[in-house]
């Protein structure tokens, strides 16, 4: 009896005299969850991907590098569509957030947002079988990532598909995306890789709202133009197609700053940064 007390009375509402049990239950069902707890939740998701076999890790990462073409599709038809005006960015950059949502909801697996999930065990384990199983894991899920985005941008390039008006803007876009500077491509990638890795800690606690906070991270990442190495492969692949751009800009141009700056964004800024304060208590 003694431990059903204890039991009954621990917890965060314990010192609560006008709930009862129900009342109680029911306020913690609605509470967000602490740190610790959302980092557990996404250690677990990084533990199962690790686990995975490549087939299905293949399989999956190819369905992600297809659906992030309509990120670009979409927002090159919303785009194609406005007047050339300084909004014109604010308005076509939700179609941006499309490929996010079919990804992230879909369960699909993308590299940018495993920068988060997958590192999570190593940071806890720090052991060799742990960081080569990462790899092994990256390695597959980027290639088959990138070969998603190659077909999907090889079919947006045949002639005919879509009015000259979205040519133009596929065109401007997929321009844009092998047209930047080495270092400020990379830094604004760590921004895409801090914002999107952010985004994944984010959906735990955000119940009913995870659709709102998928638009809402990868929104800004649309309107500041932030180097994305799946969304934005797909746009550099379409350039090189449409004879825009060859096949070293797109290795040069657009993958080399674009992969460093989304997984030291993802990595460091993010999984460091949120595991680090919980270390501690995780060690306890």
């Not at 009862?20 to 610790?36: F, G, I, N």
């Not at 890790?57 to 090159?76: E, I, K, N, Q, V």
Request: aromatic share 10%; proline share 4%.
């Amino acid at each position: 009896m003694a431990s059903e007390g204890k039991a009954a009375s621990s917890g965060p509402f314990e010192d609560s005299k006008n709930l009862d049990p129900t009342e109680k239950d029911q306020a913690a069902a609605h509470s967000a969850p602490a740190a610790v707890v959302i980092h557990e939740i996404l250690r677990k998701e990084g533990e199962a991907e690790l686990a995975r076999r490549p087939g299905a890790l293949f399989w999956s990462g190819l369905a992600a590098g297809l659906s992030m073409g309509f990120s670009y599709l979409t927002l090159a038809l919303i785009q194609s569509g406005l007047p050339d005006t300084p909004w014109r960015r604010l308005i076509g950059s939700a179609g941006y957030c499309l490929g996010f949502v079919i990804v992230i909801l879909g369960r699909q697996q993308l590299f940018t947002e495993s920068t988060l999930t997958a590192v999570l065990p190593l940071l806890v384990r720090r052991d060799w079988r742990t960081w080569l199983a990462l790899l092994r894991f990256w390695a597959i899920v980027l290639a088959a990532n990138i070969l998603g985005t190659l077909i999907f941008a090889r079919l947006l390039a045949i002639d005919g598909l879509f009015s000259e008006a979205a040519r133009s803007a596929l065109n401007e876009l997929g321009h844009a995306a092998v047209s930047g500077a080495f270092w400020p491509t990379a830094i604004k990638a760590m921004f895409a890789g801090w914002l999107i890795a952010l985004m994944i800690w984010l959906l735990p606690s955000a119940r009913s709202a995870r659709l709102l906070v998928i638009m809402l991270l990868t929104y800004v990442v649309a309107i500041g133009r932030f180097s994305h190495i799946i969304a934005g492969s797909v746009e550099a692949f379409f350039a090189v197609f449409a004879g825009e751009a060859s096949v070293y800009d797109y290795l040069r141009g657009f993958f080399a700053p674009t992969i460093l700056g989304n997984t030291i964004g993802g990595v460091a800024l993010v999984a460091l940064l949120n595991h680090a304060p919980l270390a501690p208590e995780l060690r306890d």
